[in-house]
C-alpha cells in the first residue's frame, strides 16, 4: 500500500510576501477552488496570499508552469491537465505515479515542483468519516481519471477488493496496471451489471451527470451501503436520492472538493488548514450560485 504523500510547500519568503496560487484548467470560470483557499488565508491570516482561477488547456501546462515567477507557491490543476502534470514536476508522489495523474504541483524551496494527488488522500478522508473501513467491497462506475484516485483510496482503506464497471472494456482494462501497482484486486464488469453490483458496501459513482441516472429506480439498496457520487451538479442526482431515502450515508462531490483542497492549502502554505472557515465559504458559495 502506498504511504501518504509529503508536502514539498511551505510559502518560502519572496520579495514582498506576495504569495500566489491558482486553479489551472479548461474550462474553469465554474470552479470553486478560489472561494475555499483564498478563505483558508484570510481565517489563517495568511496576509500577502491570494488563490485566482487561469484557463489552460494540457498542451499549455508546461508553458503556464516554466513562466511562473518565485512567488508561486502552487498550482491546483484540473481537467484536462492532471497527466500533463506529471510531466512539468522534477518529483511525483508515489501515489501520483500510481494513479498517472496529479491535481496539485507544489513549488519547492529550489524553485522546482513537485506533483501529488490529493484527490486520493481526500476520497479517503471523505470516506472514512462515513465509516468507510478495512474490508470493504467496493464498486466503481466508469473507468476514468476519477476511477483511478478512487482505486488508490480503495488500497489505501484496504479493500477487500474492487469491481469496476464500466461502458468501454478498453477503459477498464487500462486500470489494471494501475490496479496491479496498488497491489488491489479488480474486477471488470460490463454496464449491464450495475444494478447486481451496487449491493457492494461501498459504491463510487465517477461517470459524468446523467450516466447513472437510469440505475437510480433499479438499485436495491441496502441501508449499509455508503453511496459517494463524484459530481455536486445538479445535486441530488437521482442516484443520490435514491440512496438517500433508502437509508444509505451520501458523500458527495463538494465533500472531495473541500478534502482535496484542504491538502492542497497545507502544502502550499505549510500551516493547517482553517476546516472550518473554508467548509463555510464553501457551503455559501455553492448556495448563492444561481
Known sequence: MLGDSRPYGGGASVAGSVHKAAVVGKPIAHSLSPVIHNAGYAAAGLDGWSYTRIECAAAELADLVAGLGPEWAGLSVTMPGKEAALAVAAEVSPVAAAVGAANTLVRRPDGSWYADNTDVTGMVEVLTEAGVGAGATVTVLGAGGTARAALAAAARLQAAGVTVIARRPAAVAELTPVAHTLGLALTAAPWSEAVASANADVLISTVPKG????????????????????????????????????????????????????????????????????????????????
Open 211 to 290: 450516466a447513472a441516472d437510469g440505475l437510480a429506480d433499479t438499485v436495491a439498496w441496502r441501508p449499509s451501503t455508503v453511496l459517494f457520487e463524484a459530481i455536486y451538479d445538479p445535486w441530488p442526482t437521482p442516484l443520490a436520492a435514491s440512496a438517500a431515502a433508502a437509508g444509505c450515508r451520501i458523500v458527495s462531490g463538494l465533500d472531495l472538493l473541500l478534502a482535496q483542497a484542504i491538502g492542497q492549502f497545507e502544502q502550499f502554505t505549510g500551516v493547517p488548514a482553517p476546516r472550518a472557515a473554508m467548509s463555510s465559504a464553501l457551503t455559501a458559495a455553492y448556495s448563492d450560485r444561481p
